[in-house]
Structures are given as structure tokens and as C-alpha cells.
Nanobody
Framework: VQLQASGGGLVQPGGSLRLSCAASRSIFSQNPLKWYRQFSGNEREYVAGITTGGTAVIADPVKGRFTISRDSAKNTVTLQMNNLKPEDTGVYYC?????????WGQGTLVTVSS
């Protein structure tokens, strides 16, 4: 299972970033895809997920600032992050659960700092 995450970087507070997660067509078309994030020394925290039908579930800490979408032409899930805060800093991972097992992309670092 390959999940390719990209789009992280350094941004000032209040800025925006867009993260992308590319998956194989079979993975993308048959499974919900999710984003998690991990702060230093902490467990991974759920951020957002989207079903194959396009229903999004956004975690409360980022609701109203982050959105998630699917692009079927590119087999890609995008996490649009607006009004970023320093507490959003962390490594962001895309994930898919297959037969009860969670698979993770390589992670992309998001740093929100002035």
C-alpha cells in the first residue's frame, strides 16, 4: 500500500498550506482516506477524513479552518489548511485502513511560525 503525501512546509501564522495524498486507483476508489497529525512526543491525532462518496469529517480543533476533498482524476485527497496556527505544527500523515490494518504515508512536516 503506497500513500504519497506532499505539500508541507513553513508558513506564518494565519497562512495557508495544501497537503496532497496520492494513492493507487484501487485504494482511492474503494476506501475512505484520512489525515492525521503528530506533535513531537505525542500520539497521532485525527485531523480529517473523507469517504468514497465525498462525505467529510473534520476534527473539532481544525473545523472551520481545514477542508478535505477528493480528486478522482488524480486519485488524490487534498487537505486545505487555512488560518494556520502555531499549534498546528507537526507531521501530517495520510492513512487508509484495509482489513483492520492502518497504513500510513511517509508524513509531511508542517511548521507554523513567524
Amino acid at each position: 500500500v503506497q500513500l504519497q503525501a506532499s505539500g508541507g512546509g513553513l508558513v506564518q501564522p494565519g497562512g495557508s498550506l495544501r497537503l496532497s495524498c496520492a494513492a493507487s486507483r484501487s485504494i482511492f476508489s474503494q476506501n475512505p482516506l484520512k489525515w492525521y497529525r503528530q506533535f513531537s512526543g505525542n500520539e497521532r491525532e485525527y485531523v480529517a477524513g473523507i469517504t468514497t462518496g465525498g462525505t467529510a469529517v473534520i476534527a473539532d480543533p481544525v473545523k472551520g479552518r481545514f477542508t478535505i476533498s477528493r480528486d478522482s482524476a488524480k486519485n488524490t485527497v487534498t487537505l486545505q489548511m487555512n488560518n494556520l496556527k502555531p499549534e498546528d505544527t507537526g507531521v501530517y500523515y495520510c492513512s487508509v485502513r484495509l482489513y483492520g490494518v492502518d497504513y500510513w504515508g511517509q508524513g509531511t512536516l508542517v511548521t507554523v511560525s513567524s
